[in-house]
C-alpha cells in the first residue's frame, strides 16, 4: 500500500516536471477554396502551420497574424502558402526558429523592430 502511493507521488512529480504541449487552435477565414491564417489563440510554443485545413489548402497569412506572441519560439510553414502578410511575427521575441516553405520568396518584411 505504501509502495503504491510513492509511486503515485513519483508518477505525478514527473508529469509536472514534462514540458507542457499545447495545441493552437488557429483562427482563419476561407476564401476562393483557399484558407488564410488570421492567428491562433492560446499560447504554444511550436507552432506548426498545417497545408490544409478543412479539406482546403492554406495559402496565406495575414498582416500581424501572430503580433506579440512573445512565447512562441518555433514556428513551420509549409511550402504550399505562398503570400505572408507583413509583421506577420512582429514583436515575437521568443521566435529562435523559422521554417518556411521554398514558395515564399520574400520574407524582408516578416518582422518588425519594436
Known amino acids: ?3 503504491n502511493r510513492i509511486l503515485i507521488q ?3 512529480l514527473c508529469v509536472t516536471l514534462l514540458p507542457v504541449v499545447m495545441k493552437a487552435q488557429l483562427i482563419f477565414t476561407t476564401n ?3 484558407i488564410t491564417i488570421r492567428g491562433y489563440t492560446g499560447n504554444p510554443t511550436v507552432l506548426n ?3 490544409t485545413t ?3 489548402p492554406v495559402t496565406s497569412i495575414t498582416n500581424s497574424a501572430f503580433l506579440n506572441k512573445s512565447t512562441m519560439t518555433s514556428v513551420t510553414i509549409p511550402d504550399n502558402v505562398t503570400n ?3 509583421n506577420a511575427f512582429q ?3 521568443g521566435l ?3 521554417t518556411i516553405g521554398a514558395s515564399v520568396i520574400d520574407v524582408t518584411l516578416l518582422f518588425r523592430a519594436t
Request: hydrophobic residues 40%; positive net charge; charged residues 5%.
Open 96 to 98: 529562435t526558429n523559422l
Open 54 to 56: 478543412n479539406g482546403y
Open 49 to 51: 502551420i498545417p497545408s
Open 1 to 3: 500500500m505504501k509502495v
Open 91 to 93: 514583436a515575437c521575441n
Open 10 to 12: 513519483i508518477c505525478l
Open 84 to 86: 505572408i502578410g507583413n
Open 32 to 34: 476562393n477554396g483557399a
